[in-house]
């Protein structure tokens, strides 16, 4: 059984940082693409980042610059840097697994960002 386990989230001032970590299990981590995605009261689930199984990152536009996503393989966690955050990055953050061998997809829980002053 898949799980996946996000961490990290919090309330932060505008400015300020927060590192969001997502811990997978049940999987061989280095067959999945693993994604950041953001959810906002009432909205839909979107999409924010991704880091492909030989690591090469894709971000949307409002994020480049300020977001860095990564993997550590051996750990089997996919991180979210988040720096200079802003109130509009205020939301829920999901954490996505995509095996590219079965074409399944996992998802964690959840963890809330909260930017305020």
């Known amino acids: 059984q898949v799980q996946l386990v996000e961490s990290g989230g919090g309330l932060v001032a505008p400015g300020g940082s927060l590192r969001l970590s997502c811990v997978a299990s049940?999987?061989?981590?280095?067959?999945?693409?693993m994604y950041w995605y953001r959810q906002y009261p009432g909205e839909r689930r979107d999409y924010v980042a991704l880091i492909s199984t030989d690591g090469v990152p894709n971000y949307i536009d409002p994020v480049k610059g300020r977001f860095t996503i990564s993997r550590d393989n051996a750990k089997s966690t996919v991180y979210l840097q988040m720096n200079n955050l802003r109130p509009d990055d205020t939301a829920v953050y999901y954490c996505?697994?995509?095996?590219?061998?079965?074409?399944?997809?996992?998802w964690g829980q959840g963890t809330q960002v909260t930017v305020s002053s």
């Open positions: 049940g999987t061989i981590f280095e067959r999945n693409i």
């Open positions: 996505k697994a995509w095996n590219t061998y079965s074409n399944a997809d996992y």
